[in-house]
């Protein structure tokens, strides 16, 4: 860990947090994120506008992230069940939210998606909602055949006999990491 992380808060923003121009509410001393990806997802005028005045005013930083780090994020998806639930640009949040963990930042995920904040509390980050209350507990989910109940796989159809699979809450453990306000 380098001198000029430690000590770091970097606030990971989804989606919600830009829509509501989260990055702006934020004290000027932390490192406020997101990826290319989740930028792709703003397309209203007003919240493009917001995006822009942020940006221009260094109150946000678009941050890419390499294959390495999208490969791991993936392997956390996977092993919390949470892959299916996740779209491209969640992945690259989680990735990010790793990329700053390895630096020894606090990490503060803003988000609404119950799916990224199950992630984020997984690895023991901060957590808060922008409009809904933040998860108290991390599960870990397993598909499960409704018909002949074989465990495993993904969504979709059963190996075994063909029937739909559906996710199931297999592990939950405590959560004492998240905070609700700033």
Do not use: H
Not at 96 to 119: A, F, H, P, T, W
Not at 122 to 148: A, D, H, P, S
């Amino acid at each position: 860990m380098s001198s000029e992380s430690a000590g770091c808060v970097a606030y990971v923003l989804d989606a919600a947090a830009l829509f509501a121009s989260y990055q702006l509410m934020l004290p000027p001393n932390v490192k406020v994120v997101t990826t290319p990806e989740v930028m792709e997802e703003v397309k209203d005028e007003v919240s493009r506008e917001s995006l822009e005045l942020s940006l221009s005013a260094g109150k946000l930083d678009v941050v890419e992230v390499g294959e390495a780090l999208i490969d791991e994020a993936l392997k956390v998806a996977v092993d919390l069940g949470e892959l299916s639930r996740l779209s491209k640009a969640d992945l690259s949040l989680v990735a990010l939210m790793i990329k700053y963990m390895r630096e020894g930042c606090s990490v503060v995920v803003v988000s609404d998606d119950y799916s990224i904040q199950n992630v984020a509390a997984y690895l023991n980050l901060y957590l808060l909602g922008v409009k809904r209350k933040v998860i108290e507990r991390v599960v870990k989910y397993i598909w499960v055949c409704e018909g002949c109940g074989f465990r495993g796989g993904s969504s979709g159809l059963c190996p075994v006999c063909g029937t739909r699979m559906v996710r199931k809450p297999l592990k939950v453990r405590g959560f004492e990491g998240f905070t609700t306000k700033l």
